[in-house]
């Protein structure tokens, strides 16, 4: 009976290996495979898929360093943390519990976010402010998710639609800029 167990387990294995993204999925954008394994759910290893994002894109061409491509990532989790992505439904298979938090945990909860939301209006002032052609770009194409492309058509810089090869630019920009900040926020 053991035997047969390593043998199915052996085989799931192999087939998530084998499993593709469905197609809607891939119409929805770039995706590769993990280059290491993870742990699945159940603890077994898998390669699962990831969203190529702009940023890799980007650092694989050449158009951003290392180092602007961490900055980005690194204002993209604080903007996470700091809880000002758009408005989403409830998540219902989060289980409902009666317990209250300690007030202490509701205070750490509630200064890691303050800090985060500092962290970011500093960094959005950094590279002009809200109402910059940077500062706009990093708030909706690092921050809220949205592609350069989505960025450059409808939001654009102040109401003014702009080119795919001018929003480029202007991530680039600001990402140096962002690198440039977080640099000198360190030193602090």
């Not at 699945?40 to 940023?55: H, K, M, N, Q």
């Not at 980005?72 to 989060?94: M, N, T």
């Not at 949205?146 to 409808?154: F, I, N, Q, T």
Request: glycine share 10%; aromatic share 6%.
């Amino acid at each position: 009976m053991r035997h047969k167990r390593t043998h199915c387990r052996a085989t799931s294995a192999a087939e998530d290996n084998n499993v593709m993204p469905t197609l809607e999925r891939r119409n929805q954008g770039s995706i590769e495979r993990f280059e290491r394994t993870i742990g699945d759910v159940s603890g077994r290893p898998a390669r699962p898929y990831r969203v190529v994002d702009t940023l890799a894109v980007m650092e694989r061409r050449g158009s951003i360093t290392a180092g602007m491509r961490r900055a980005g990532e690194d204002f993209r989790v604080r903007f996470k943390i700091a809880q000002l992505d758009p408005l989403r439904a409830f998540d219902i298979s989060r289980p409902m519990t009666n317990r209250v938090s300690s007030p202490t945990l509701r205070e750490e909860r509630g200064s890691r976010i303050e800090n985060a939301r500092d962290v970011v209006w500093r960094a959005i002032l950094a590279v002009g402010g809200l109402g910059s052609a940077g500062g706009s770009c990093l708030w909706h194409v690092l921050g809220w998710e949205r592609s350069l492309k989505e960025w450059a058509l409808e939001q654009g810089w102040s109401g003014r639609r702009v080119s795919q090869e001018a929003a480029s630019g202007i991530l680039i920009a600001a990402l140096g800029a962002l690198e440039a900040h977080f640099a000198t926020a360190k030193k602090e």
